[in-house]
């Protein structure tokens, strides 16, 4: 198996999933986004020494604007900054009682297919989505690119509405469907976990 060249990231907080990928994958190229600039100073100073990850302070949305994004909080250093989400919390203050949301942040969103264009990607090995809530919106304003430029794609999936507006599990199943996304790893319980899809339009 070819070994792979490109990782998008969006999402990547404390940073120990892209350090995974670096330290998995000789030779490739992360390309992280994370919104929250505090999330992203320490990111920049925990990877300065490494120049396969290439990092940007943005948020993935269905529209390139500033946006306003809801910061989580705990009372640790970073702690609940992973749950910040561009959409309101909503079920999330239920389910998850020690994370508050009393601060939000403007912040430059982007779609995928910006994303793609000013990182000068065409075709990326696994788009890695954990985006609380946005993943749906971000698929469907750059379908094209999702077709056209995505191997792999791996997301956290929900049957619980943990922000406003936030689509549920069988949405999202069913978008990535009609576009040619087949299911190989489901991790998704009651509440959420993560699943992969391969890209049948580039087998």
Known sequence: MESPKFIVEAGASDGVDTLAFVQNFPGITVFAAEPVKKQFDFLTDKFKSIGSI????????????????????????LGGMGSSSLLNPSLHKKYFPEISFDETQLTPAVTLKSFFFSNNLNIVDLLWLDIQGMELDVMKSSKDTMQQGVKLLHL???????????????????FLGSIGFKCVIDRVGAISGNALFVNQNLK
């Not at 990092?55 to 989580?72: F, P, R």
């Not at 956290?156 to 069913?174: C, H, L, T, W």
Request: glycine share 4%.
């Open 54 to 77: 290439k990092l940007s302070q943005v948020a993935l949305s269905s529209k390139t604007e500033l946006v306003n994004i809801y910061i989580g909080r705990t009372n640790r250093e």
């Open 156 to 174: 956290e999936i929900s049957n619980v509405q943990f922000y406003e507006g936030m689509p549920d599990a069988k949405e999202i199943r069913s």
